[in-house]
């Protein structure tokens, strides 16, 4: 069965911390995606990345970073984690041109405190 | 305005009730998908279309391109229907999908 991998399903930081969120796939995907969930605002695109090394702002990349070194593992940085960043956050891949459609990660609640 | 719009946002159904969850965008594009996320967060695909209808057990999701309409249908709704419903499209030449804010679903038993 198919897979993308998220390692933690909740998290409690601080504010000020550094975070690191990590998403591994197991499909060869080429595109991987960070995203974040809100009530009333649904999935909003941080982060994209359609290759190793390479990686595309969405639409509200402020107050994070990504690191693609591999292809399978695609992380999401908090360089100094604030209470407004208290969310969900969901990992996803597809193929290019999304074709099959996307894969998501079982998400991430993070508690800024 | 959202680019994709879902109506209603919160459902509440009796069990064995037909349910309907609507969807309309704004853009073009090249495919709509139906997921599910139940609580907890994960999100788990229904359907991918591009035109008519696809059929899956108790669900049916239906698409009119000239409408830009989507909407997916549970017959016989049970309680482990009970979920977030979003709408995605795929935009026409990008890698990225907008989403819809979701339909939160509740059948009672």
């Known amino acids: 069965d198919v897979k993308v991998t998220q390692s933690s399903r909740y998290l409690v930081k601080r504010t000020g911390e550094k975070v690191f969120l990590e998403c591994v796939q197991d499909?060869?995907?080429?595109?991987m995606f960070w995203y974040r969930q809100d009530p009333g605002l649904g999935l909003r695109l941080i982060y994209f990345?359609?290759?190793?090394?390479?990686?595309e702002k969405g639409d509200i990349p402020e107050g994070y970073s990504v690191s693609r070194e591999k292809k399978e593992r695609f992380s999401l940085i908090l360089e100094s984690a604030s209470t407004n960043q208290t969310s969900m956050y969901l990992c996803?891949?597809?193929?290019?041109?999304?074709?099959?459609?996307?894969?998501f990660g079982s998400g991430t609640r993070l508690t800024v405190v | 305005k959202n680019e994709v719009e879902q109506s209603p946002q919160n459902l509440t159904a009796q069990e064995g009730e037909f349910i309907t969850i609507n969807c309309s965008y704004s853009?073009?594009?090249?495919?709509l998908h139906w997921l599910q996320q139940h609580p907890g967060g994960g999100i788990v695909s229904l359907f991918m279309?591009?035109?008519g209808k696809k059929k899956h057990g108790r669900l049916i999701a239906t698409i009119n391109i000239q409408e830009k309409h989507s909407s997916l249908h549970i017959t016989a709704s049970h309680p482990r229907d009970s979920a977030v419903y979003i709408c995605?499209?795929?935009?026409?030449?990008?890698?990225?999908?907008?989403f819809g804010t979701g339909t939160r679903l509740k059948v009672l038993a």
């Open positions: 996803a891949s597809n193929r290019p041109g999304g074709a099959g459609g996307y894969t």
């Open positions: 499909m060869d995907h080429e595109n």
């Open positions: 990345s359609y290759d190793v090394k390479m990686k």
């Open positions: 853009v073009g594009i090249s495919a």
């Open positions: 279309l591009s035109s």
């Open positions: 995605a499209v795929f935009t026409s030449g990008t890698y990225k999908y907008i």
